[in-house]
């Protein structure tokens, strides 16, 4: 059993910048890989980032790119998300999650292979 609690959004205009965590707790942080996913109103649930255990793997989906970092600290039982230059189109719950890490043939992109899922947090950009 994991437990995943995300913290720091908040109400940020264009151009800002947030820094998301996610810490986890119950289980062997450093055996799992991890993901950030976001749910506008309205929208189903997308992904963002995922990186892999070690941190030595990530994958962005193409409108993140080049703002949006991931990364990890395994001895706080931490992932976080550094988001830059935010548009208004970054507005959502932001969501992390995790699965036990396994093979990266194919990146976990789909919020279906994450089991454990935290309460979410909110980013709201303004225009």
């Known amino acids: 059993q994991v437990q995943l609690v995300e913290s720091g959004g908040g109400l940020v205009q264009t151009g800002g910048s947030l820094r998301l965590s996610c810490v986890a707790s119950g289980s062997t942080f450093s055996s799992y890989d991890m993901g950030w996913f976001r749910q506008a109103p309205g929208k189903e649930r997308e992904f963002v980032v995922a990186?892999?255990?070690?941190?030595?793997?990530?994958y962005y989906t193409d409108s993140v790119k080049g703002r949006f970092t991931i990364s990890r600290d395994n001895a706080k039982n931490t992932v976080y998300l550094q988001m830059n230059n935010l548009k208004p189109e970054d507005t959502a719950v932001y969501y992390c999650?995790?699965?036990?890490?396994?093979?990266?043939?194919?990146?976990?992109?789909?919020?279906?292979?994450?089991?454990?899922w935290g309460q979410g947090t909110q980013v709201t950009v303004s225009s």
């Open positions: 990186i892999n255990w070690s941190g030595s793997l990530t």
């Open positions: 999650g995790s699965r036990v890490s396994t093979s990266w043939n194919i990146p976990p992109t789909t919020q279906y292979l994450y089991r454990y």
